[in-house]
Nanobody
Framework: QVQLVESGGGLVQAGGSLRLSCTAS????????MGWFRRAPGKEREFLAG????????YYTDSVKGRFAISRDNAKNTVYLQMNSLKPEDTAIYYC????????????WGQGTQVTVSS
């Protein structure tokens, strides 16, 4: 069982940056693949970025590629999402998620953190 807690959301102007953090409970964090998702008002949940246990080969959806960067620190049980060049359309609740099997669905979720980008 993994419990996830996101932090770092807030209000930022367009063009600004934020770094989200997601800290996991438990001693097996390094065995999990981690991901970041978001849900904007009136829209479906959207996958943003994923990272495997070692931190190698992060992958992104096209809409954030080049602007967002996912990373992890297994010693701190934390995964990060660095968000640069933010746009008003990035406004959403951001969630981190975890899974043990790379090929399975994410099955552990945090409570989310609000990101609001003003124009």
């Amino acid at each position: 069982q993994v419990q996830l807690v996101e932090s770092g959301g807030g209000l930022v102007q367009a063009g600004g940056s934020l770094r989200l953090s997601c800290t996991a409970s438990g001693r097996t964090f390094s065995m999990y693949s981690m991901g970041w998702f978001r849900r904007a008002p009136g829209k479906e949940r959207e996958f943003l970025a994923g990272i495997i246990w070692s931190g190698a080969m992060p992958y992104y959806t096209d809409s954030v590629k080049g602007r967002f960067a996912i990373s992890r620190d297994n010693a701190k049980n934390t995964v990060y999402l660095q968000m640069n060049s933010l746009k008003p359309e990035d406004t959403a609740i951001y969630y981190c998620a975890a899974k043990r099997d790379y090929y399975s669905d994410y099955n552990y979720w945090g409570q989310g953190t609000q990101v609001t980008v003003s124009s």
